[in-house]
């Protein structure tokens, strides 16, 4: 199966920028990759998705600000977030399946912590 290990993650002041990376063990290029989050006592939510054809999907609360891309031929994908709320304060993880509405398919990785905090 396809391990995931995510990096990127830090120390952000509010309106700031972050470049999420999501190494893949496996390729990737047949798969739907997501982006998810968890925060402190809330649960794992779907932020940002992209099929194997280049469809989008993003969570209402990070559209126009987040951007999910992928380079297959690296078996990367990237998240990245501009114009960061205290509220996107969360560990972020990667995951894949065989659409993007279903992205949850591999084990969860340890994630990368992203604080946005003055």
């Known amino acids: 199966q396809v391990q995931l290990v995510e990096s990127g993650g830090g120390l952000v002041h509010p309106g700031g920028s972050l470049r999420l990376s999501c190494a893949a063990s496996?390729?990737?290029?047949?798969?739907?990759m997501g982006w998810y989050r968890q925060a402190p006592g809330k649960q794992r939510e779907l932020v940002a998705a992209?099929?194997?054809?280049?469809?989008?999907t993003y969570a209402d609360s990070v559209k126009g600000r987040f951007t999910i891309s992928r380079d297959n031929a690296k078996n990367m994908v990237y998240l990245q977030m501009n114009s960061l709320k205290p509220e996107d304060t969360a560990v972020y993880y990667c995951?894949?399946?065989?659409?993007?509405?279903?992205?949850?398919?591999?084990?969860w990785g340890q994630g990368t912590q992203v604080t946005v905090s003055p």
């Open positions: 992209l099929s194997s054809g280049g469809t989008t």
């Open positions: 995951n894949f399946g065989p659409t993007i509405a279903t992205t949850t398919l591999g084990s």
């Open positions: 496996g390729t990737i290029f047949r798969l739907a």
